[in-house]
């Protein structure tokens, strides 16, 4: 850990960097020729050296600080031990053979296994929502997933790094032939931007949504009136992680918006 922040900080780099025992995973902010140096450094280390680094362009803002974490899981999923995606998870899909697929009506779902309020503002075509608020929820929402259990499953989340136990997951309870997309919606928008993606990517810094170009559709809706919006702000409890989408009328009435899960607990 120490070692990663003095090279971020030589390098004045900012952002989040999370490491476990499976593993690490981060996004920085930086200059190119900082950035350049940094994946140098981490490709240098001979565990590292076949890892996937995604590049986007960022607005100098993105992150406020550099922040770095040891935690027991790099994505906090609660599965059993037994769930190791290092000894089995799914077929890793590059995008463009999901775009073949796409392109020919192969008959498969998406699996989106991100949050619901990462999914509001875009998605894949042929999209299931298992409904998830976090990560460890697919344990109790794989039920609403039986019905797909023997049909080609294509699991998809931001960057692939979620994929990597929910796939696990999926296999280890009876799915028969589940895929993973390799470098997740970011590869997959960066290679094939507006095809086949309706809206745009959520991401968990200043930036809030990126897309990267191309004839796309906008599909964001307000919590509240339904307008078309990608412009997201936090449920009004505190205690609550989620984010809404809320368009600019609505936000600037004044009024408090709280998730729909939020105001179920406070009944």
């Known amino acids: 850990m120490e070692r990663e922040r003095a090279v971020c900080t030589l390098l004045g780099l900012t952002g989040r960097i999370i490491i476990a025992e499976e593993g690490i995973n981060g996004t920085l ?6 950035t350049e140096k940094y994946k140098a450094h981490i490709l240098s280390d001979k565990r590292f050296r076949s890892m996937s ?4 362009e960022g607005t100098g803002s993105a992150f406020p600080r550099l922040m770095i974490k040891v935690r027991n899981e ?3 999923t609660q599965f059993p031990k037994s769930i190791d995606p290092r000894k089995k998870t799914g077929k890793y899909l590059p995008p463009h053979e ?5 392109d020919e009506g192969k008959d498969f779902v998406v699996v989106d296994m991100r949050n619901e309020y990462e999914i509001a503002s875009g998605y894949f075509d042929k999209t299931v929502n298992p409904g998830l608020r976090a990560s460890r929820n697919l344990v109790q929402a794989v039920e609403r997933l039986r019905i797909h259990q023997d049909k080609t499953v294509v699991t998809v989340c931001t960057g692939g790094v979620r994929c990597e136990k929910m ?4 296999i280890d309870q009876g799915f028969k032939d589940v895929h993973q997309l390799h470098n997740g919606m970011h590869g997959f928008m960066e290679m094939y931007p507006g095809q086949h993606f309706k809206g ?3 991401t968990f810094d200043n930036r809030i949504v990126m897309d990267f170009g191309g004839d796309r559709e906008i599909v964001g809706k307000c919590f509240s009136c339904a307008g078309t919006t990608e412009e997201y702000q936090n449920c009004e409890d505190i205690m609550c992680g989620s984010k809404l989408l809320i368009c600019k009328e609505c936000r600037d009435s004044d009024k408090k918006f709280f998730c729909a899960n939020c105001v179920v607990e406070a009944k």
Do not use: D, N
């Open 29 to 34: 902010e930086g200059t190119v020729e900082a």
């Open 74 to 76: 790099i994505v906090g």
């Open 167 to 170: 796939s696990a997951y999926l």
């Open 200 to 202: 745009t990517l959520f």
């Open 53 to 56: 680094i995604k590049t986007s």
């Open 98 to 102: 999901l775009k073949r697929w796409y």
